[in-house]
T-cell receptor, first 112, second 114 residues
Framework: GENVEQHPSTLSVQEGDSAVIKCTYS??????FPWYKQELGKGPQLIID?????GEKKDQRIAVTLNKTAKHFSLHITETQPEDSAVYFC???????????FGAGTRLTVKP | NAGVTQTPKFQVLKTGQSMTLQCAQD?????MSWYRQDPGMGLRLIHY???????DQGEVPNGYNVSRSTTEDFPLRLLSAAPSQTSVYFC?????????????FGQGTRLTVV
């Protein structure tokens, strides 16, 4: 089955700096790669996703890049703000398949 | 819309007890899933369903049963709780339609087995 690895496990940045979180996946059949943000005491919430037919996608301060050949994808957050502090999860699956596998998570702390 | 509602929010069980974690969604989504979240291990898929009457095993199904008699409800049953099942459990519902998809998660159930 699919195996997703995520790095780093913790990340601390100064407000205004950029943050990058990286994930690798093992199953070349996976074609859907979402990123979730989880705030304390809440369930994960989708923040951005990318399909395998796209190399990059951007939404305001967040962007995701995908390298299908190397089987890795990354989340980029620019101009970080204290409210970006949370745990971020990457995941991989086939688009119409409910069997989604998650990375172990990255705890991002943005220092004011 | 309430989204995905999980009950209870907290539960303490003794080893060997049984219980059902409830999950309901009001978005008419076909797909529903149960995950457990443990420190340093992310979310691991327990069971999932692609529609009423259809369920399948995920990554860590042992010790858990599910059923999907309606589109709205997807309960998770622990038949004989074990300390290894101490975790935070999340239910999710999702859709895939015309190239769009998104999973919505409940608030979680924190289960402690003593």
């Amino acid at each position: 089955g699919e195996n997703v690895e995520q790095h780093p496990s913790t990340l601390s940045v100064q407000e205004g700096d950029s943050a990058v979180i990286k994930c690798t996946y093992s199953d070349s059949a996976s074609n859907y790669f979402p990123w979730y943000k989880q705030e304390l005491g809440k369930g994960p919430q989708l923040i951005i996703d990318i399909r395998s037919n796209v190399g990059e996608k951007k939404d305001q301060r967040i962007a995701v890049t995908l390298n299908k050949t190397a089987k890795h994808f990354s989340l980029h957050i620019t101009e970080t703000q204290p409210e970006d502090s949370a745990v971020y999860f990457c995941a991989a699956s086939m688009f119409d398949n409910n069997d989604m596998r998650f990375g172990a998570g990255t705890r991002l702390t943005v220092k004011p | 819309n309430a989204g995905v509602t999980q009950t209870p929010k907290f539960q303490v069980l003794k080893t060997g007890q049984s219980m059902t974690l409830q999950c309901a969604q009001d978005m008419n989504h076909e797909y529903m899933s149960w995950y457990r979240q443990d420190p340093g291990m992310g979310l691991r898929l327990i069971h999932y369903s692609v529609g009423a009457g259809i369920t399948d095993q995920g990554e860590v199904p042992n010790g858990y049963n599910v059923s999907r008699s309606t589109t709205e409800d997807f309960p998770l049953r622990l038949l004989s709780a074990a300390p290894s099942q101490t975790s935070v459990y999340f239910c999710a519902s999702s859709y895939a339609f015309r190239g769009e998809t998104e999973a919505f998660f409940g608030q979680g159930t924190r289960l402690t087995v003593v």
